[in-house]
């Protein structure tokens, strides 16, 4: 019989091959570009409907290095659209982290912030983020502004759910021996609950910018001027699908790379955890 | 006829998918299943043009209502789209901010606004979304009066108009070019001024095209034949009574009669498909970058007049042509 504990221990082999670790990596990706370009020039849609990906490659390159202007207004301005597409992600990203943790430790500790708060936010909870549009063009106007509100909408609700959950699976026996030493309320929340609600808090957090670029394109339907969505929305506007892929293209990336980065913050801030969980015993 | 022989009628009579968008110029689409005689029309409503289009060129239906703007965005991109019949124009209205103050169709004052704004540094907002046909319009409109609006205003992109209205009741914009029925909800609210209707320039009030592609019209000729005829009936009944067309927006919209009917003042049914203004929609469109190439060539190739002509008895010279 195979346990987990010895499926894992393939891991550490296999980390010594990084150049087959990137093959098997790249697979799936590789097969899928491969069957489009094939579908693509098949000739069974209109290439205009169905962009090759070589022909959504040159739209990307023109949006980003601005070649040969086939992009017309967006050709070279990919870094502006990036740039804005990510403060907006970044803005409503920091707010919902900020407030859905507060919020999230103060729900899973307190039974009166449980009782007062949640009831409300889980009532606020499942409304689509796209269904706000119209209240956030009325409280804060077009522009950046509304577009930030629904970024927040949509990561704010993963990072409390994962904090309160975090936060109510504390270990019990550690809260009691740090009362049994005699740590006050606030030591035990700040030394003991919330350290140990970090590896859930930090799910939530991944999950959350990950739904925070999905919500780039929702956020900037609304008066904004540039950035990722806008740009996918206005190609589809002008039937630009070549963009309109390389748009989904670029969020993904930048969602991908912003999970990177926030892994890497977790690995610092966990790294206690590595040698206490099957990951960690993985490497 | 026996019941038998209607079935059978049934049976053989083609079947269309016909898609329309959900604006107050559109709705009455879904009055055709009706009106049509020899077809069977499956008709749906879409979020807006581009979906209808992006439908349409994918084979998902048959037969599309778009604007005069998807249609050369279309041709512009390679697909293949012919104009069988027009539908409604009008619905576009620049409305003015209060706090703007500025008189109605008063373009002196409006030049002198646009002046006093652009010498403040602070140039005009103007709002619209940007590729549809209120856009166009008013671009067109300002060109003519002298304001270009890539130099003497800001131009504002608000893509949805439903979004208009509380762009201007919060004084964010000081004048939007909006569709039917947001420009009369817009007005019947208070949140601002009739300004002007934007169709003194070279594309007249163009709106609405029926468009498919060759492929149903060599398949599918008597359907798309009948469409047309049931198009052309409805708008003769809509030019007589304005009470279904009512009707149906406070149907499928819940928008109230009251802005219902405010908003067909400014609209017009007009089966006819106009080449002079289409091409001139076209020069417009490449000027603005919003297309790329010269499309006037494919423009007039894919306007096809004959269902047109059967179905009202005219020759294509008073068609529009």
Known sequence: ???????????????????????????????????????????????????????????????????????QTYSGHWTRDALASALRVFGGFALASALGILAGVAIGWSRVFEKTLE????????????????LAIIWFGIANKPAIFLVFLGAFFPVLMNTIHGVKTVDHNLVRAGAMMGATGRQLLTGIVFPAALPSIFSGLRIAIGSAWMLTVTAEMVAVKSGLGYVLWDSYYFLRYDLVLAAMISIGLLGYLSDLGLKAVMARVLHWQSATTVQGRAG | ????????????????????????????????????????????????????????????????????????????????????????????????SNKLALPGDDWAAFKAVVAKAKAGGQPLKVAASRGNAQDIHMRGAFLKQGVDPNKDIQFVNIPNPADHFAALQREEIDMVCSVEPFASQIRLNGAGKHFVFPYDQAAGNLTNLIVTRSDVVA?????????VGAVVALNEKLSADRGPWIDVINKLTGLDKAVATEALKNAAPDAAIHRSQTLAIAAMMRDLKYISKDVSAEVEKNMEYSFLEQATGKKKNDLGY
């Open chain 1, 119 to 134: 009831p409300t936010l889980q009532m606020l909870r499942p409304i689509p983020p796209v269904s706000w549009i119209p």
């Open chain 2, 1 to 96: 006829m026996t019941l038998a022989a209607i079935t059978v009628a049934a049976a053989q009579a083609p079947k269309i998918k016909l898609g329309f968008a959900k604006c107050a110029h559109c709705l009455p689409m879904s009055l055709t299943p009706g009106l049509a005689k020899g077809v069977e029309i499956e008709a749906t409503g879409f979020n807006s043009g581009n979906d209808v289009l992006t439908a349409l060129v994918s084979k998902s239906i048959d037969v599309a209502q778009v604007t005069y703007l998807h249609y050369v965005t279309a041709l512009d991109k390679g697909f293949d789209v012919v104009a069988v019949s027009g539908q409604i124009n009008g619905g576009s209205e620049c409305i003015s």
């Open chain 2, 219 to 227: 398949s599918q000729r008597p359907g798309v034949q009948a469409v």
């Open chain 1, 1 to 71: 019989m195979t346990s987990a504990i010895e499926v894992s221990q393939v891991a550490p082999v296999a980390r010594t091959f990084p150049l087959s670790q990137a093959v098997e990596r790249c697979v799936v990706p590789l097969l899928l570009i491969a069957g489009w370009e094939v579908f693509a020039r098949s000739g069974y849609l209109p290439p205009a409907l169905l962009p090759a990906p070589s022909a959504v490659l040159h739209a990307l390159g023109d949006w980003v290095f601005g070649f040969d202007e086939t992009t």
